[in-house]
């Protein structure tokens, strides 16, 4: 069925007009005023509303087998926590661990999604190891149309590679042609810190974040950053915390090294003293890099407003309290993760334009336009445009309303942005030109989404 948005304020990354949208055929055909459309049209009214192009989150765990246990979501569930929160894309994180066979990890990864996903997806290859086989492993991902790669520099002998590694899949992914993410810790000084902090009998979680101080993710920052611009691959750095590492990142980028930043919800809005709080609630709030002191927060903000941190994702990753209590006698087994893929939309939306901390143009581009750029998915994802998919959220600015556990859709029983407020969520969320969410009610079609195949763009 054909698809007609009237009279909506359509906000893309560089241009706000009142218009209306019509798609067919799941892309989007026409754009402008007083459009006709066939009688069977399903018609929306979007008066006194924005129009955003679909969000994309580039940061998603999903399957996950990590710290002795899975991530709670399934595609299903997290798809529809996605899509009522205005995410109509997301990346998923692909990341069998050292002594997994890479390909059979893909092929696994992929199983887990299909004919599950209510909305449109793609992986992150994960790089754990490189032996023989890797390249023509990677060779055959990319050619499969997973076009970005990732390392972890953290979590030392499981999904963790050394320098000679990082070199290697850097290398080839400049021959490739394809954009390598990391996670960047220094994996060594985690372990280090851990050890020591355990034997003088800190144990609890409030002990996560100095085991992993700024200096250690901004030591993993700047390496990442000098393999990059000694290989003159393209790089991502994922989940950017605190200021320390942002400065690493940025004295590389002002040396003209190829190097994209994304922060991550959680380090926006949550500061240390949330991993402070004692017992489950602390553990409620550990993940890596972990939550840091609050200053952090207005340098992350304004990076983000000036666009040197480029995008915002969420690290999507649930444990329940059940989980999180494995490191009941030791902070170093709680399970690293923070859910946010509901409400990444909503919380930047309310915290970043409603605060006057991001501009609409900003806002737009770091929620969806500048991951579809970066992994190459633009034009067809990230914009509102003629050729586009019909992937349109309708915003309802005048909505008012609190992040629960109680009304969450993620698979979990606790939200680690409890009783922060929204102002503004999605009244009408289309992938492909068919309506899956109507005010906060999943109304769609559970596994339409598609795996989309992306071609190497960073060459
Ligand atoms: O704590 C985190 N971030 N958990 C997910 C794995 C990762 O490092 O991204
Ligand atoms: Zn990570
Ligand atoms: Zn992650």
């Known amino acids: 069925m054909a698809l007609l948005i009237r009279n909506g304020e359509i906000v893309t990354e560089g241009s706000h007009v009142q218009a209306d949208i019509y798609a067919e055929n799941e892309t989007i055909t026409r754009i402008g005023k007083n459009l006709e459309a066939p009688p069977d049209t399903e018609i929306i009214d979007a008066t006194g509303k924005l129009v955003f192009p679909g969000f994309i989150d580039p940061h998603v765990h999903i399957y996950l087998p990590f710290m002795a246990t899975f991530a709670k979501d399934t595609h299903e569930t997290a798809s529809i926590a996605a899509l009522i929160g205005g995410t109509t894309m997301y990346i998923e994180m692909c990341c069998p661990n050292r002594n997994d066979d890479a390909l059979e990890g893909y092929q696994l990864w992929k199983s887990k999604a299909d004919g599950k996903s209510a909305c449109d997806y793609a992986f992150h290859m994960s790089v754990t190891k490189f032996v023989k086989e890797t390249e023509s492993q990677l060779r055959q991902v990319v050619a499969d149309g997973t076009a970005s790669f990732k390392i972890f520099l953290a979590y030392k002998n499981f999904f963790g590679v050394d320098d000679g590694e990082m070199y290697q899949t850097l290398e080839l992914a400049k021959r490739l042609g394809v954009i390598v993410t990391a996670h960047c810790e220094n994996a060594e000084l985690v372990a280090r810190l851990q050890q020591k902090l355990i034997a003088e009998g800190k144990i609890g979680p409030e002990w996560h974040e100095p085991s992993r ?50 922060s991550v919800l959680p380090h926006l809005l949550l500061d240390k003293s ?78 970043g334009v409603n605060r006057g901390r991001l501009n609409l143009d900003r806002f737009v581009d770091a929620a969806s336009t500048r991951a579809a750029k970066l992994f190459g998915l633009f034009p067809r994802k990230g914009t509102i445009a003629v050729g586009s998919d019909a992937d349109i959220v309708v915003y309802d600015t005048n909505y008012r309303g609190v992040v629960s556990v109680k009304t969450q859709h993620t698979n979990n029983d606790y939200n680690g942005f409890e009783g922060m407020e929204i102002e503004g969520r999605p009244s009408v969320v289309t992938v492909r030109g068919k309506v899956q969410v109507r005010d906060g009610r999943f109304v769609g079609e559970r596994g339409r989404g598609k795996l989309l195949k992306r071609e190497p763009t960073h060459f």
């Open 274 to 351: 949330y991993a402070e709080r004692s017992g489950v609630e602390g553990m409620k709030h550990v993940m890596s890099p972990p939550l840091r002191p609050k200053h952090n927060q207005d340098v992350l903000w304004n990076a983000l407003a000036h666009g040197s941190i480029e995008t915002v994702g969420t690290d999507h990753c649930p444990f329940d309290m059940e989980q999180k209590l494995l490191g009941k006698d030791s902070f170093v087994t709680i399970p690293n993760g923070i859910s946010g893929i509901e409400d990444r939309v909503n919380l930047l939306y309310t915290n």
């Open 213 to 262: 101080p700024e200096s250690v993710e901004a030591e993993g920052t700047g390496r990442f950053a000098t393999f990059v611009e000694n290989t003159g691959a393209t790089g991502y750095v994922v989940h950017l915390s605190c200021e320390k590492a942002l400065q690493a990142a940025l004295a590389a980028k002002s040396r003209g090294v190829k190097l994209s930043l994304e």
